[in-house]
């Protein structure tokens, strides 16, 4: 994990817009949005993760595997499960908003 100060200077060298910012802070500063839910098809899996100190939820094999790359890839330096909820907006062919939550946001 990065310390704030940490991640201001990546922030500032990869030159993120001060939403990216924002929305990034607010996954690293949150609890996960949601519980992941089993269901007749899913798999839910809770990782132990040494690199975050925390515990980290999988709703299939697809995200435990990526839960496994991301632990083990020394470029990610951070990783969270089930982010703060998006709000998109798509213009064509008709404006339609919508919520969505990421598996993960990665730093």
């Known amino acids: 994990m990065v310390t704030d100060a940490e991640f201001a200077g ?13 929305l990034a802070g607010q996954a690293r500063a949150s609890n996960p949005s949601r519980r992941v839910g089993g269901g007749s098809v899913n798999v839910t ?8 100190g925390v515990v980290i939820q ?15 890839d ?24 919508l919520l969505y939550t990421p598996d993960f946001v990665v730093i």
């Open 45 to 52: 899996a809770h990782y132990p993760s040494r690199n975050m």
């Open 10 to 22: 990546l922030a500032n060298r990869l030159g993120l817009s001060d939403e990216a910012c924002t």
């Open 74 to 97: 020394q470029a990610a330096l951070e990783y969270y499960d089930q982010p703060p909820v998006l709000k998109l907006t798509y213009e064509a062919p008709r404006n339609r908003r």
């Open 58 to 72: 999988a709703e299939s094999q697809l995200e435990l595997s990526a839960i496994y790359i991301k632990e083990h």
